[in-house]
């Protein structure tokens, strides 16, 4: 079993940058895919970006790609998502998830475990 916990969230106007931390539990952790999901007030969790068990294989929805980074850290069993050029449209509650996989996957169904999310509030 994995535990997440996310942090780094906070108020960003738009244009600036924010880095994401989510720390894991267990031995097991470097075996995972994980991904960074949000939420928006009203919507749909969507998927931002999920990273291979090496972190030599990473996607990103369209709408992040090319602001936005994930990586991780095995040894310390964290894995980050550097935000930057933020909008007002990347507002909301960021989790962060680990899925029993093979590759990089933006499906929710896809992963077991959760973090409890963190806000990102962004100011236009």
């Known amino acids: 079993q994995v535990q997440l916990v996310e942090s780094g969230g906070g108020l960003v106007q738009a244009g600036g940058s924010l880095r994401l931390s989510c720390a894991g539990s267990?031995?097991?952790?470097?075996?995972?895919?994980m991904g960074w999901f949000r939420q928006a007030p009203g919507k749909e969790r969507e998927f931002a970006a999920s990273?291979?068990?090496?972190?030599?294989?990473?996607g990103y929805a369209d709408s992040v790609q090319g602001r936005f980074t994930i990586s991780r850290d095995n040894a310390r069993n964290t894995v980050y998502l550097q935000m930057n050029s933020l909008k007002a449209e990347d507002t909301g509650v960021y989790y962060c998830?680990?899925?029993?996989?093979?590759?990089?996957?933006?499906?929710?169904?896809?992963?077991?475990?959760w973090g409890q999310g963190t806000q990102v509030t962004v100011s236009s």
């Open positions: 998830a680990a899925a029993r996989a093979f590759s990089p996957t933006s499906r929710v169904r896809d992963y077991d475990y």
């Open positions: 267990g031995r097991a952790f470097s075996s995972y895919v």
């Open positions: 990273i291979n068990w090496s972190g030599g294989s990473a």
